[in-house]
């Protein structure tokens, strides 16, 4: 089975990514293409796309991701500060907006 030009492109892409990313996981690819290169590629298959489940599942990590390194940077105590005064500026905000739509009783 030959690859497509695009799926070379993307191999070599995620190729690059990896090897700047950790060098121990570099050496253990090294492995995996030594021992596996006397293997037969497998032939070319039709698989469902899940593409769109595994994108939302992934913003949903990046997302909880940058929750959690904001809140390791900032502590504990400095976290519980800033949502007591975002609760509190939310709460003001509603009873503003509540007392202008009703009016003057």
Known sequence: MSLSAWEQQVLDSIKDGL??????????LGT???????????????????????????????????????????GFSTTMMLLWLLISVMMIAL?????YTTGPA
């Open 32 to 74: 995996f293409t030594r021992l596996a290169s006397d293997e037969e590629m497998p032939a070319h298959e039709k698989i469902r796309s899940t593409y769109r489940r595994a994108s939302r599942r992934s913003l949903r990590r990046r997302r909880h991701s940058r929750l959690r390194r904001i809140y390791r940077r900032l």
């Open 19 to 28: 090897t700047g990313s950790d060098p121990k996981l570099v050496a253990l």
């Open 95 to 99: 009873a503003l907006l509540l007392n």
